[in-house]
């Protein structure tokens, strides 16, 4: 199994649509976990970090299933401006380590 | 006020040349990172350093060597260019001890 896993996509949904997307790790261990966005050419950004009672950020929300080791992220009303690519992190026990999913892209047809 | 910010944006060489790019941050974070993104859009670390010390060493060639001469600034330098090399490089800079990272514009390297 890979350290981090996420499906590539791409996503093609609707203006308006709920989207949702998770990533998978394989060390269960493992102790903190962020959502980035990444647009076309550009560098990664900071979207979210994931805590373990799940969070809410507007229009965004990140939950951590530890039993099942994934992570995941909801966008609801989508908007054509959250087209982009959705990199999970995950940060191993060790600490020292990031590593990076490959990332999910995302498209919100008008 | 750029908070982190790479030199050059584009840079396209020849192979077997040796080239620098160079990353300042001005937050005050005392860790910083480079990362190499392929074509095929894998952001993999290399290289990270806490307060010009290097800590994280991932499986990157010894032509890789950064140089870190004060906590703000990290620089990349590359031996004898490959093909292979061909890729956007990514710096970063994270608080001591956070994970949260802020990235640079990226310096897109082509190799001829």
């Known amino acids: 199994r890979k350290e981090v896993e996420q499906d590539p996509g791409p996503f093609n949904v609707p203006e308006g649509a709920t989207v949702a997307f998770n990533c998978t790790y394989s060390n269960s261990a493992s102790q903190s976990f962020f959502w980035y966005r990444q647009d076309c050419r550009k560098e990664p950004k900071l979207l979210m970090s994931v805590y373990s009672s799940g969070n809410e950020d507007g229009r965004f929300t990140a939950q951590l299933n530890r039993a099942s080791q994934y992570i995941s992220l909801l966008i609801r009303d989508s908007k054509l401006s959250d087209s982009a690519t959705y990199l999970c992190?995950?940060?191993?026990?060790?600490?020292?380590?990031?590593?990076f999913g490959k990332g999910t892209r995302l498209h919100i047809l008008p | 006020d750029t908070a982190v910010s790479q030199t050059p944006k584009y840079l396209v060489t020849q192979m077997g040349n040796d080239k620098s790019i160079k990353c300042e941050q001005n937050?005050?974070?005392?860790?910083m990172y480079w990362y190499k993104q392929d074509s095929k859009k894998f952001l993999k670390i290399m290289f990270s350093?806490?307060?010009?010390?290097?800590?994280i060493n991932e499986t990157v060639p010894n032509r890789f060597s950064p140089k870190s001469p004060d906590k703000a600034h990290l620089n990349l330098h590359i031996n004898s260019l490959e093909l292979g090399d061909s890729a956007v490089y990514f710096c970063?800079?994270?608080?001591?001890?956070?994970?949260?990272?802020?990235f640079g514009p990226g310096t897109r390297l082509t190799v001829t």
């Open positions: 350093y806490n307060n010009k010390e290097l800590i």
């Open positions: 937050l005050g974070h005392d860790t």
């Open positions: 970063a800079s994270s608080r001591r001890g956070g994970h949260e990272q802020y």
């Open positions: 992190v995950v940060i191993p026990p060790w600490g020292d380590k990031i590593i």
